[in-house]
């Protein structure tokens, strides 16, 4: 089993603010129980910020509930929660790419009418602004775009622009 990530500051934690033994302190964290107790006297680790496991996660208030009624009891470290789907980053374009844009938003809302702003600025990581401008016909080059796919221009990847094309169903 591994233990809290501080073990030490977890430990001053849990001596101020349970009923714990030391015995149970010491197995959660990693210490041994005279360590634990020279903690609570002060004779090690002085000055030393306690660190909360209920904030981090690591302990749960049931957790430490369950264990200060039964003294046998032994503290588990709460399972890690299940992070969703990362966040992307913005993407980063190639300074050559940069005048394909338009085309790929020209190509998207040609064969998208109903997509989003939202979506394209997902998919290809341009301003609203741009997207506006192509819409109502008023961007400074729109005599020379020609709509193209942004896959092939190597905008987006093919996974998302089918993505997009199952979510409005074209």
């Known amino acids: ?30 210490l041994h129980p005279l360590e634990v107790q020279a903690i609570a006297d002060g004779e090690i680790v002085i000055g030393m910020m306690g660190h909360d496991p209920l904030a981090t996660g690591e302990l749960t208030l049931d957790e430490i509930q369950r264990c200060q009624v039964d003294r046998d009891a032994r503290l588990r470290l709460s399972p890690k929660p299940q992070v969703g789907k990362i966040k992307k980053r913005a993407k980063y374009t190639p300074v050559s790419l940069r005048q394909a844009k338009p085309n790929a938003i020209a190509w998207l809302l040609k064969e998208i009418p109903a997509i989003s702003d939202g979506d394209i600025i997902q998919a290809l990581g341009t301003t609203k602004t741009t997207i506006q401008a192509i819409r109502s016909k008023t961007h400074r080059n729109m005599n020379e775009m020609k709509p193209q796919s942004p896959v092939h221009l190597g905008l987006c990847t093919a996974d998302d622009l089918h993505a997009l094309l199952q979510k409005y169903k074209v």
């Not at 089993?1 to 964290?29: H, S």
């Open 1 to 30: 089993m591994t233990g809290p990530l501080m073990p030490k500051a977890t430990a001053i934690w849990l001596i101020d603010n349970t009923t714990l033994t030391f015995e149970q302190i010491g197995e959660f964290c990693g």
